[in-house]
């Protein structure tokens, strides 16, 4: 079984920065593709950010492209979110998920995901 653990948010100032980290357990973290997602309140969970397994490939939702950096380190077993230049818009609960089969901004294509962790941006 995979286990997922988010932590790094908190509350921001428009403009500012935050990292975003989601340490695996289990099975073989190396070989999974990862992924973010956020879901503000009353909206549904979107796609954020992904990432091959060997880190050379990624991939964003153009609303946070040039602005938030996926990342990983495999000996940590962890992925990492760069959220900079921050908006009131990016306040939502992030969260951390892992597939197999490959990049994919599709929800359904994860089966193993974190408890999020709450980004607030105040203006």
């Known amino acids: 079984q995979v286990q997922l653990v988010e932590s790094g948010g908190g509350l921001v100032q428009a403009g500012g920065s935050l990292r975003l980290s989601c340490v695996t357990s289990?099975?073989?973290?190396?070989?999974?593709?990862m992924g973010w997602f956020r879901q503000a309140p009353g909206k549904e969970r979107e796609f954020v950010a992904t990432i091959s397994w060997s880190g050379s490939n990624t991939y964003y939702a153009g609303s946070v492209k040039g602005r938030f950096t996926i990342s990983r380190d495999n000996a940590k077993n962890t992925v990492y979110l760069q959220l900079n230049s921050l908006k009131p818009e990016d306040t939502a609960v992030y969260y951390c998920a892992g597939a197999s089969n490959g990049l994919s901004t599709r929800r359904s294509d994860y089966p193993y995901w974190g408890q999020g962790t709450q980004v607030t941006v105040s203006s």
């Open positions: 289990g099975r073989s973290f190396s070989t999974y593709y």
